[in-house]
């Protein structure tokens, strides 16, 4: 597995109690927690809240950048998802990360002080050379999108 150097700064206390870590040898991302004061929040169906995560992040890295996950068990068995899909932490932010959890379920959910909601994984980012033309090449496919491939 490669590795990176990342600096991280912790700015809660939910991280005197747990570890940051990679659950097992292969995993890819490391657990990020509901760093929060009270007990727990609640999120009613179809409701949102943003988590802060209690971290701050220094990827050592240009070419690497932070991708916040939803953790496949709280999507699958609770309906709880990262809001926009996927959050993005630029290598040169260097604020608290936040985790904005979407209830997708029927029922309200709660989430505990550091209990684990989503997951960071760091990957290669590409800066595109925009080339500005006039036509773009052909291919088969051409401009059908939105299932024009087929479902099987």
């Not at 209830?103 to 595109?128: E, Y």
Request: contains cysteine.
């Amino acid at each position: 597995m490669n590795r990176i150097n990342v600096k991280m700064k912790f700015m809660h206390p939910v991280w005197d109690e747990h570890e940051l870590a990679y659950a097992t040898g292969h995993s890819a991302g490391l657990d990020l927690r509901a760093c929060i004061d009270q007990d727990f929040v609640e999120i009613a169906p179809g409701q949102k809240h943003a988590f802060p995560a209690g971290v701050a992040i220094e990827v050592l890295e240009p070419s690497i950048a932070g991708y916040v996950f939803s953790r496949s068990g709280l999507g699958t068995k609770d309906g709880l998802t990262v809001s926009q899909g996927v959050g993005v932490i630029d290598p040169d932010y260097r604020g608290e990360i936040k985790v904005s959890l979407l209830n997708t379920s029927d029922k309200v959910r709660r989430i505990a002080r550091g209990q684990r909601i989503a997951q960071l994984v760091f990957m290669p980012v590409f800066q595109a050379e925009i080339l500005k033309v006039e036509e773009l090449g052909g291919t088969d496919r051409g401009a059908g999108g939105f299932g024009s491939t087929g479902k099987l």
